[in-house]
């Protein structure tokens, strides 16, 4: 029962584009949703969040969007840049917790 | 500054023998949280850690205990090893009880044989 899900496995962009990063959740009791870079052989690095009670947060290129109506949020990238290139992840926490729950993440490619 | 440091960085262990794994969380952060990444999922929620008192667990067995140390670093241990055990063990640090920016270190890589 999966209740963060990122249903598109791999994405590639050219350079310079918008990358676009999807995910659904299905639980109402999460509070706060982050986004999460990983390369290899290194740990997650935190990217940005936002909390339940917002729809947008800006972070230089990146922004986050959720539509808490359907359940969905979504990452921007833009412009996309080559060391972009990672696996990202999508994370729900648990309100008033620590637990954080993910989903299997989407590994970003950006072509030169 | 130092981030979240683990050690050993890959270990090898046989089935039904037990593994230590440690972790030093972000000086300053009193919370540690274990997970379990498996090839292809993202990474699980096993336990919550703050100041000394677990604080959380996840759906994993009895044979998998945890415990902080007053220097606010932590332990995993994992007993009676399963095949399905092999996976990448993150470990990651915040500043206080329901924090939720988590600062994560590189993962110890445990395949069990």
């Known amino acids: 029962d999966q209740q963060v899900k990122q249903n598109s496995p791999s994405l590639s962009v050219q350079e310079g584009r918008i990358s676009i990063l999807n995910c659904d959740y299905t639980n109402s009791m999460f509070d706060y949703f982050l986004w999460y870079k990983k390369y290899p052989a290194e740990g997650p690095t935190f990217l940005i969040s936002i909390s339940s009670i917002k729809d947008k947060n800006e972070d230089g290129r990146f922004t986050v969007f959720l539509n808490k109506s359907a359940k969905h949020l979504s990452l921007h990238i833009v412009p996309s840049q080559p060391g972009d290139s990672a696996v990202y992840f999508c994370?729900?926490?648990?309100?008033?917790?620590?637990?954080?729950?993910f989903g299997k993440g989407t590994k970003l490619t950006v072509n030169p | 500054d130092a981030g979240v440091t683990q050690s050993p960085t890959h270990l090898i262990k046989t089935r039904g023998q037990h593994v230590t794994l440690r972790c030093s969380p972000i000086s300053g952060h009193k919370s540690v949280s274990w997970y379990q990444q498996v090839l292809g999922q993202g990474p699980q929620f096993i336990f919550q850690y703050y100041e000394k008192e677990e604080r959380g667990r996840g759906n994993f067995p009895d044979r998998f205990s945890a415990r902080q140390f007053p220097n606010y670093s932590s332990e995993l241990n994992v007993n009676a090893l399963l095949l399905g055990d092999s996976a990448l063990y993150l470990c990651?640090?915040?500043?206080?009880?329901?924090?939720?920016?988590?600062?994560f270190g590189p993962g110890t890589r445990l395949t069990v044989t």
């Open positions: 994370a729900a926490r648990w309100g008033g917790s620590e637990k954080l729950v």
């Open positions: 990651a640090s915040s500043l206080g009880h329901s924090s939720y920016e988590q600062y």
